[in-house]
């Protein structure tokens, strides 16, 4: 009886974490950080302040998590892509570079979440740590992709790539009708084809 009642907490306290972590998504991304406060994210939530003091030291432990969080779930939506294209090495990496160019990674609350989030990598050591594994986690990632297309140098043009995505991927958040997520993969696919043996 006793850990039926346990699982159902820890089911519980698991949930309100990722309530909180999701209206903390939500509010960088409608109110950037100005906006972003204890009373917006509970409001967003629908909670109390107190009980966001429960689950997280404070407003910059909550926020870090939100990066964590997200960043994990990017790096799924592109391993489910990769996992999706099959055994052909050249398909599994253009489904990992173009993922970047499809919903859910195009919904744009994530541009203003992910905006903030480098904004604070800047000045904050515990984020720009977060920032640091998670990009360094996608470029290695990348590089074994590459590797399996016998690409030479794999671990600079991983880094070359990466910066393509984002710029695109930026450019594409910003304004989608400036060249469509379409152009946006025949770009990639271009590039590919140029860089690739």
Known sequence: MTDARQAFTRESADARRTGLIEATAAVLAE??????????????????????????????????????????????????AVE?????????????LTASF???????????AWTAFWALARGDARMAGIHAESYAGYRKRLSELLTAC????????AILLTAMVDGLWLELSLDAASFGAEAAVEMIERALGALLP
């Open 31 to 80: 109110q950037g950080l100005a906006g972003t406060n204890v009373r917006a994210i509970c409001a967003k939530a629908g909670v109390s302040p107190g009980l966001l003091r429960h689950y997280f030291a404070g407003i910059d432990d909550l926020v870090a998590a939100t990066y964590q969080a997200t960043s994990d779930r990017m790096d799924a939506i592109f391993a489910e």
């Open 84 to 96: 999706a294209a099959g055994d052909d090495p050249r398909a599994r990496l253009s489904a990992h």
């Open 102 to 112: 499809r919903p859910p990674v195009t919904d744009p609350e994530l541009l203003g």
């Open 150 to 157: 016998s690409a030479a140098d794999a671990g600079r043009l």
